[in-house]
């Protein structure tokens, strides 16, 4: 589907919108983005797909994160454009893979609020598609950019050791 933006800002007639084709979720899609529009404008507000959290906007909080052709990203410092041709996940993606990650985040309570909780998924996916094996400093270095304003740190870990020795179990 391709979807056209009507031109609402004096600066569109300057900078015209781009023409952006990926693959979001398995899905493709082809979608005009004015230049300066980050990937995560895009997601939330032209695609609805809400479940990428804007926490920051500057690239320091790590609720943004999304993979692109399968890593880990902030969602809020990539423009939109940089996404043409690429192939990108969101958590929605994520929740629909039903991954063991999700499940043990529940069973150990790895989140509070759960603002941070899509970023934090997002991140242990791309390490654990990386190296399903990760130790526990791997995994502690892997999220250490993404924060968790509840503390829900260790509980973050130990659902991460939970999935990964699931993971390890199933292997067997």
């Known amino acids: 589907m391709h979807v056209v933006p009507k031109i609402t800002d004096p600066e569109e007639a300057v900078n015209p919108p781009h023409r952006v084709q990926c693959v979001i979720n398995g899905q493709p899609h082809d979608v005009s983005v004015i230049p300066r529009r980050t990937l995560l404008q895009l997601l ?80 242990l996916r791309a390490l654990f598609r990386r190296d399903p094996h990760a130790s526990a400093e791997e995994i502690q270095r892997a999220v250490e950019g993404n924060i968790c304003r509840c503390g829900a740190y260790l ?8 999935a990964r020795d699931a993971r390890a179990q199933s292997e067997r």
């Open 44 to 123: 939330r507000d032209d695609l609805h797909l809400t479940g990428t959290k804007e926490g920051c906007g500057i690239g320091t909080c790590g609720a943004c994160t999304v993979l692109v052709d399968g890593r880990a990203v902030l969602s809020c410092m990539l423009l939109a454009v940089q996404a043409d041709g690429r192939t990108v996940e969101t958590i929605e993606g994520a929740a629909r893979d039903l991954d063991p990650l999700l499940d043990a985040f529940l069973h150990h309570d790895g989140f509070q609020c759960g603002f941070c909780t899509p970023g934090q998924v997002m991140t």
């Open 155 to 162: 509980r973050i870990r130990t659902a991460a050791l939970a």
